[in-house]
């Protein structure tokens, strides 16, 4: 199997209209197929992942942004559970706090930002300072505006510091979230992921919409953002791990090199 | 097969001799059988976990400490690249920065203490700070007692207030660890590994058992250390698994109460 990446990667300066996103892919593989490709798939980032570790020069960046039970938490247990823990970190970005408040909103993200040889994961990010505020009439659009300009700059920023961004944006359908969302009222284990405040923001729906598509316009060469069919959880796994195979070889890390003469050094 | 965990942990007042201690264990298991139950344990320390990240009032603090290639990157990679990532937070403590060094030892620890429902992983701790320290003469043994008093005291305030602390020291023999060094010697995708610095630690073998001797002399009820034997790797990842399910098990974290009645709820 082929995945064309690029046909689910934002053009630069493109509008996004989410209605004309799939939501529903396979990539013509079955469940089973999908699966035994994504384990495969799993070894092959091990090993890229070990090297940007061993380079220890340069960094990646995976911001997830989704609708309530779009995805994120799955994604972060099925496909960055497969990496390395060593060389990962993940930042759960919540209602800031009341320090948090008092400075930029960049701030706290910033300080999230990973290290040289790491991969960070933002799950809900500094996108939510664009998204959920201004469905809640919180920030007026010249602010938005002015926030997606320094978003863009401080994306800028960190690929210039040799950081990758890859930012995704895990699409499902109206249908699955409900199914989703039934599904925590169903099972008293997953009883405590349900919140009554989801069922607020479903109902905003359309709005949402809307701001994720201006959202989607801060898609650069740096740091472009993925519409990811989200409906099949085995397909969102499968096409997020092959973006970020396909990112690692084209940053391609090295080994890093080394003076020593393996054969001149004696163990005692 | 029914690991005893308790006859590796050091008990409470007891002062421990490392010579009377094996590096070398298989619990009765040859290697496929342990991974077979290492893979069983995994299923079972996913299940408490989610019960200790649902709960969000209590936490888990795992100390790994070892001798170079004594095998903390590999415990890291295959016991706690098990569990759900979105749960785990790593810390790697190197040499001290400038500013780290500008506060007390304990300063930059405590920054990295989990919250509440996570489990946090130190790749090296608090404890460098009277090992490494103490071998090279970097500070004296009145310091070295007054420090191992304010982690004493530290870690019953982490205790005190919900985090579970597990120490791990990590016991390999000097003939394993020559052969892992060599192993870094003898792949060229290995060698980025290997530190000439790790030689001149070796060579300074017996002061390093008698400091980790002090050092485990730390062990307390609510933060024991465990001396688990890690010559063999396999045993080691089954040894340690065993050990945070015995303690997850004991915590006995419950997914949260609520109030709202899951029929009444209607997802429109």
Redesign the interface.
């Known amino acids: 199997m082929n995945l064309k990446t690029e046909d689910y990667r934002v053009k630069v300066g493109k509008t996004v209209r989410l209605k004309n996103w799939s939501t529903d892919e396979n990539g013509g593989l079955d469940k089973a197929e999908g699966k035994a490709w994504a384990k495969a798939l799993a070894d092959e980032l091990a090993h890229w992942q070990e090297r940007l570790y061993?380079e220890n020069r340069r960094s990646l960046l995976i911001v997830l942004q989704a609708r309530d039970a779009g995805g994120k938490?799955g994604t972060?247990?099925h496909v960055?559970?497969t990496?390395?823990?060593?060389g990962?970190?993940?930042s759960?970005f919540k209602v800031p706090s009341e320090e948090e408040r008092a400075h930029d909103f960049l701030w706290r993200i910033h300080a999230q930002t990973p290290k040289t040889g790491m991969i960070a994961?933002f799950?809900r990010s500094h996108y939510e300072d664009v998204l959920v505020t201004r469905v809640h009439d919180m920030i007026d659009d010249n602010t938005a505006r002015q926030r997606l300009e320094h978003i863009r700059n401080f994306e800028t920023l960190l690929g210039d510091s040799g950081t990758r961004v890859l930012k995704f944006y895990l699409h499902v359908s109206k249908d699955e979230q409900?199914e989703r969302?039934?599904a925590r009222?169903?099972d008293?284990?997953k009883?405590?992921?349900?919140s009554?405040a989801d069922?607020k923001e479903?109902?905003l729906w359309d709005k949402y919409t809307k701001v994720y598509e201006e959202a989607l316009g801060t898609s650069t060469a740096a740091a472009p953002w993925y519409v990811i069919p989200a409906d099949r959880k085995w397909f969102r796994n499968v096409l997020i791990s092959q973006i970020i195979l396909d990112t690692l070889r084209d940053m391609d890390p090295q080994?890093?090199e080394?003076d020593?003469d393996?054969k001149k050094?004696k163990?005692?």
Chains 1, 2 share one sequence.
């Open positions: 061993a938490d972060v247990k960055i559970g990496f390395n823990p060593n990962v970190r993940i759960n994961v799950n409900e969302l039934q009222l169903d008293p284990d009883l405590w992921k349900f009554a069922l479903r109902a080994f890093p080394t020593l393996p050094i163990i005692k």
